[in-house]
């Protein structure tokens, strides 16, 4: 493979060579090394490149239990017992690309094309809503609709957050769609947007191009260099992603480092978010059915806890890809944001689940109530907080907030008083008692300051309040 990539159109340079590098001097570490690289790791200030090399070749179990002790503290220590919930909306399966893990590519024969009218995308908001949900990312295939263009997803936006039901609201819509052009970025930001998300699929150029075998997304570059232009154009909350499965997770992770380092460097911020996707089987996919390097769960869990504790700050996203008790799993381990009740074909929250319009099959098929419950019981807070990006706390704003741990004492009172409205207005019995006495007992655990902040914003949901947060 090329060392370091130089092209004239514009791209973001990953240091192959440099990677090769770190993977092979990593092996010869002993225990007191990896110990020595967990102890830094609790001083919450990240860990280079070489020093998750080492923990990534990690077997011993002792040695694993370790790690997992490390980044469940780490988790524990920014993110309290907060789990942020969203739910994905799929506006539209048309698609120019073949991406071969994907269902949605285009010469998928089996595949029933559809892109919701915005009638239809308000009714399936709408459901969203009538979940109980405030967040929706918008995700939608690589081909507009021909008479609307990129209009059709600023106005998908526009009717998402004029959705409104009774008290319901989404508060906060990100979108997953393809590389933009600058001025389409600016016109995404200008929509309200709150975090793009785009992911990188592989680093690996030559996996890129083995995969991803005709339409625009073919482009490498353009797609690696998407995140520049989105800050260029002011939208500096950006959620990253590889799709693993692909290539060797160990190389995905570094080049991945090598990215924030470069939006680090370049714009001064890195992601808000990372996401973790395993290749998923999909219909008329046969790669998805059989992923050229399929990551085991183990592997799985060791991926999610070295990234929580290298880059501390940026949150990690785990979708309904996963089964239950795989994504309760890697709750503990640094998992902030996770999506329920999700439906990944265009229509699917009126329609229900159809194998001949999804993207993907799902791992966690439990509707919102069911998990909401689920995660109170695990002794997590669920949380449909959106105050930071409505209080235009984003990019550097929110790192300034949250490097003190200062964030602790707008997060928690607002994920308990979001967690209030969701019990007062959409949860189940069972799930209100199982809610009630999960806000009791993390008032009980809080400091003197941020329970008082918490008991008010509560006491003003259950008597009436609404959308209150500080
Ligand atoms: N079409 C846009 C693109 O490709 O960037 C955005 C939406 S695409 C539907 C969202 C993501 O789904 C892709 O970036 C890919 O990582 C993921 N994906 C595709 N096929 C998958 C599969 N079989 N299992 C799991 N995730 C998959
Ligand atoms: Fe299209 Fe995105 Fe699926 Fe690729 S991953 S086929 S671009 S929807």
Redesign the pocket.
Known sequence: MNAVVTRNVETVPINYEKIEHTLAQSRRCDASQVREILTKALALKGLEPEEMAVLMNLSDPGLLNELFATARRVKEEIYGKRLVLFAPL?IS?L?G?E?L????RAGNKALRRRALTQAEIARETELIIRQGHKRILL????AYPAEEGFDYILKAIATIYDTKVGPGEVRRVNA????LTLDQFRQLKAAGIGTYQ??Q?TYHREVYSRVHVAGR?RDYDW?ISAFDRAMEAGIDDVGM?V?F?LADWRFEILALMQHIRHLEEKFGVGPHTI?V??????LG?PL?GRPPQSVSDIDFLKIVAILRISVPYTGIIM?T?ESPAIRRETFALGVSQISAGSR?NPGGYEEGEGEATE???LGDHRPLDEVVRDVAELGYIPSFCTACYRLGRTGQDFMDLAKPGEIKHHCDPNALSTFQEYLCDYASGPTRQAGEARIQAAMGEMDPRGRQIAEKLVTKVRIGGRDVFV
């Open positions: 799929y399966n698609c690309n991406c893990y994907c269902a949605f995700v939608a295939g690589e997953n769609v393809a590389p785009l992911f699929e997304k797609r992603g799709l499965g996401s996707p395993r290749i998923e089987p999909a996919a998805a979708s890809r990944t993207q993907f099959a």
